[in-house]
């Protein structure tokens, strides 16, 4: 059986593919069927606004789309990653039109393309104008439906994994909670991660609430190799930021249509800051954003997108962005006659769960699929639009492989065996340590066979904030405040030395899942001392001249003796050493080596 984690594309299409591939198939997703449309919840997926980038168009091709998404990357693209992406996708596009995805169309019955930022070509396939999350996510889901009614699928809903079970070194199952907190085993001959990215973590964030790394930090916790959690891209243009930090995305297709970006006194400021101006890569909006706020000590910039209602005539705005308009409308804001505040988001993880193109990662038996893998398809800045067609590639590519893979572990494509065989940055579990829960909790064991449970439920309660089932709601409620104010002061747009050793104390000084990732981020964004792509440091401006940081940072989570606490790695494990083999293990430090360490770039 295959316990595919999930109900993104990602896992959708994984599921959809393993069960085409003959194996029987577990769905497991934490929300529900939708009472109202009898769908199941899609996350991120259901959310995204701006479409599927492909080259079908008439002119486009394969390769260019590919150049794109390499130039996008800033250097750290793996070029066989987006070979797979660009022409398996193109492939995938077409098999959804064909099966029937109700995509928008233009006049003459053809798909109607977009264009957005870093595109050389409109490819961008939409749905419902800019609902092409939701109308896709509903089109798979349907299907797994379906499979699930005639029982062809098992769908579990309402349940979370709390925990991998591992037997001598392979990933055998998982630990689920289920509705009422009931808990069960599940023993699968391989578990699919499509849990999404941790974007959500950030105050500012475009996310779905659910989108805070679970999936990294339970591959983490079972040995798995992590690779390049420090590139987090923010998405330039976002409405309003609620009380609960998500915020209203307008997707990049409005500035493909035409809309530019201004700022306080009307100035157009992409204007010679980039070749393609508004439609500069995500990277680049972003920080030249942050940079006109900074000046001019302001909060918002201006999008304007009273052109493409010029151009296109009354309500041409509406029929283009639907969702967008009524969201615009909802805020008092008339989007066809004035321009719209709008500011810098968090909004996509392209670091993850290191894995070779089959979605295989570096523990046998635990595949990832989707925003929590990282297959090296977006280097250090994803291109838009190749989210959704991601987690269709690999969510096929991953189901096929999960079914079909019998004994071995071979990896494919992309070094693997370089990745593998490299140092890592070793960093400390004492934040990763979930201690105000009372889940049982499968660890390696220190001997290195079979598995160890405790539990968690007071284990670092003495050297954690908050923590501990007797933890008072005030108290978690400052520890989170706590987490959350040292996310947004030390993994901003811009970081630096100082506000990541800070940031770092303060996750090592709270427990849960929120420090622990955001430890891990930590880690890898101060091992990294140079500025490329969506990673950039305010005291390391440039990228690495000699170019001795061109390649994927890892991480692990180690852990020592019954209580799963970690013993610090030695700094020969930064990126400048990657290929030197990392120090033996010390005592328990709270905070990372890395980060304690840090020196001028």
């Known amino acids: 059986m ?68 390499i130039t996008a990357g800033a250097g750290l693209v ?117 849990t999404g990215g941790y974007a959500g973590l950030f105050p500012g964030t475009t996310n779905h609430a659910g989108a805070r790394g679970t999936g990294v930090l339970l591959a983490a916790r079972a040995g798995a190799l992590l690779a390049d ?29 035409g809309a530019v970006l201004r700022d306080g006194a009307g100035t157009r400021f992409m204007v010679g800051r980039h070749p393609l101006a508004d439609l ?11 940079r006109v706020l900074r000046e001019r000590g302001e909060t918002e910039v201006w999008l304007d997108a009273t052109g493409i209602e010029r151009a296109g005539g009354a309500g041409a705005l509406a029929r283009e962005f639907p969702g967008i308009s009524a969201t615009v409308a909802a805020r008092g804001l008339d989007w066809a006659r004035e321009p719209i505040p709008v500011a810098p988001a968090a909004h996509y993880t392209m670091g993850g769960v290191a894995c070779d193109l089959d979605g295989r990662t570096s523990v046998p038996g635990l595949f990832a699929a989707g925003e929590v893998a990282s297959t090296g398809v977006h280097g250090a800045n994803r291109l838009a639009s190749n989210s959704l067609l991601e987690g269709l590639v690999w969510g096929a590519a991953v189901g096929r492989a999960a079914a079909t893979d019998r004994g071995g572990w071979e990896h494919r494509g992309r070094g693997f065996a370089e990745l593998l065989s490299a140092a890592a940055v070793a960093v400390p579990e004492a934040a990763a340590h979930a201690a105000g829960s009372a889940a049982a909790t499968v660890f390696a064991d220190p001997a290195g066979g079979g598995v160890s449970a405790t539990t968690a439920g007071s284990t670092v309660a003495e050297t954690a904030v908050g923590s501990g089932p007797e933890a008072s709601a005030d108290a978690r409620t400052q520890s989170a405040t706590a987490v959350t104010a040292a996310i947004s002061a030390g993994l901003g747009i811009e970081r630096d030395a100082g506000g990541l050793r800070a940031a770092a104390t303060v996750f090592e000084r709270h427990s849960g899942d929120a420090a622990a990732l955001a430890a891990l981020v930590c880690a890898a964004a101060a091992a990294r001392r140079e500025s490329r792509g969506s990673h950039q440091r305010a005291d390391c401006a440039e990228t690495d001249p000699a170019q001795a940081q061109r390649r994927p940072l890892r991480l692990t989570l180690r852990t020592a003796g019954p209580h799963g606490l970690a013993a610090a790695a030695g700094a020969a494990a930064a990126v400048g050493s990657a290929r030197e083999p990392a120090s033996a293990a010390a005592a328990p430090s709270p905070v990372p080596e890395s980060v304690r360490s840090l020196s001028s770039c």
């Open 280 to 290: 500069a890569p995500r990277d680049v909006v972003s920080r030249e954003i942050h």
């Open 78 to 194: 793996d070029r066989e990653a987006a070979a797979q992406l660009t022409a398996d996708g193109a492939g995938a596009v077409r098999a959804l039109i064909q099966a029937g995805l109700g995509i928008d169309r233009g006049p003459d019955g053809l798909p109607e393309l977009g264009l957005e930022g870093a595109h050389g070509a409109a490819r961008i396939v939409h749905a419902g104008g800019d609902r092409t999350g939701a109308v896709l996510h509903a089109f798979l889901s349907d299907r797994v439906r379906d499979a699930a009614a005639v029982g062809r699928l098992r769908l579990t809903e309402g349940a979370h994994v709390e925990s991998l079970v591992r037997d001598a070194g392979a990933v055998t199952g998982a630990v689920l909670r289920g509705p009422g907190g009931v808990r069960s085993t599940r023993r699968a001959a391989a578990v699919v991660l499509a």
């Open 229 to 257: 959690l420090e590139f987090v891209q923010v998405h330039p243009t976002v409405l309003h930021v609620a009380a609960d930090g998500t915020g209203e995305l307008v997707s990049e297709a409005v500035r493909g249509a």
């Open 2 to 69: 295959i316990l595919v984690v999930g109900a993104g594309v990602a896992g959708l299409s994984c599921a959809l593919a393993a069960l085409a591939a003959g194996a029987d198939v577990e769905l497991v997703t934490p929300g529900r069927i939708f009472p109202d449309a009898d769908r199941l919840a899609g996350g991120n997926t259901a959310l995204a606004q701006g479409g599927v980038a492909a080259a079908i168009g008439a002119g486009d091709r394969e390769r260019a789309h590919l150049a794109d998404t």
